[in-house]
T-cell receptor, first 113, second 113 residues
Framework: GDSVTQMEGPVTLSEEAFLTINCTYT??????LFWYVQYPGEGLQLLLK?????DKGSNKGFEATYRKETTSFHLEKGSVQVSDSAVYFC????????????FGKGTLLTVNP | DTAVSQTPKYLVTQMGNDKSIKCEQN?????MYWYKQDSKKFLKIMFS???????INETVPNRFSPKSPDKAHLNLHINSLELGDSAVYFC????????????FGPGTRLTVT
């Protein structure tokens, strides 16, 4: 079945540091890939997505590239801010799974001033 | 105007009780979902409805029964609550089934004592 593996947290960075959160996946067919973000006490929000190989999703300074050869979708940001502190979820949606979202376990990011 | 709303936000109840969580979306979406997030933040789909029809039913105890009276509402009824049911339950909706962004509600924190 489909699965998503993302790096375990928590990740603690200083403001303006570079962020990478690794995500790899296993899926049947050609999945679409997503990063969702959950701020404290809130529901999830879509951060970015990519629907085919070599697509790059980007939003709010975050970006991730769909790499079919390495089955990866790593999240990066060049300079994090305190307001980026949240839990980040990598997810995939595959037609073989009736288009349900399969999530990774989430990575807690804390950015200190 | 809230896109996906859930009530109640917090629910504290005793083992053996029956409770319901309500979800409404005002986005005009066809598809709605229920997810469970455990204490380690792991998020797993429970059910999905498309145009009031059940399309995804993961391995969930039959004490959990979703009901969709119309496209804009998806309620979750839980019978004979157990300690292990304590979690945050998220409702979500998307335009259709398929690779569409899912919009999440703020969550309902259920605590069973």
């Amino acid at each position: 079945g489909d699965s998503v593996t993302q790096m375990e947290g928590p990740v603690t960075l200083s403001e303006e540091a570079f962020l990478t959160i690794n995500c790899t996946y296993t899926a049947t067919g050609y999945p679409s890939l997503f990063w969702y973000v959950q701020y404290p006490g809130e529901g999830l929000q879509l951060l970015l997505k990519a629907t085919k190989a070599d697509d790059k999703g980007s939003n709010k300074g975050f970006e991730a590239t769909y790499r079919k050869e390495t089955t990866s979708f790593h999240l990066e940001k060049g300079s994090v801010q305190v307001s980026d502190s949240a839990v980040y979820f990598c997810a995939l949606s595959s037609g073989g799974s009736n288009y349900k979202l399969t999530f990774g376990k989430g990575t807690l990011l804390t950015v200190n001033p | 105007d809230t896109a996906v709303s859930q009530t109640p936000k917090y629910l504290v109840t005793q083992m053996g009780n029956d409770k319901s969580i309500k979800c409404e979306q005002n986005l005009g979406h066809d598809t709605m979902y229920w997810y469970k997030q455990d204490s380690k933040k792991f998020l797993k789909i429970m059910f999905s409805y498309n145009n009031k029809e059940l399309i995804i039913n993961e391995t969930v105890p039959n004490r959990f029964s979703p009901k969709s009276p119309d496209k804009a509402h998806l309620n979750l009824h839980i019978n004979s609550l157990e300690l292990g049911d304590s979690a945050v339950y998220f409702c979500a909706s998307s335009q259709k089934t398929g690779v569409y962004e899912q919009y999440f509600g703020p969550g309902t924190r259920l605590t069973v004592t």
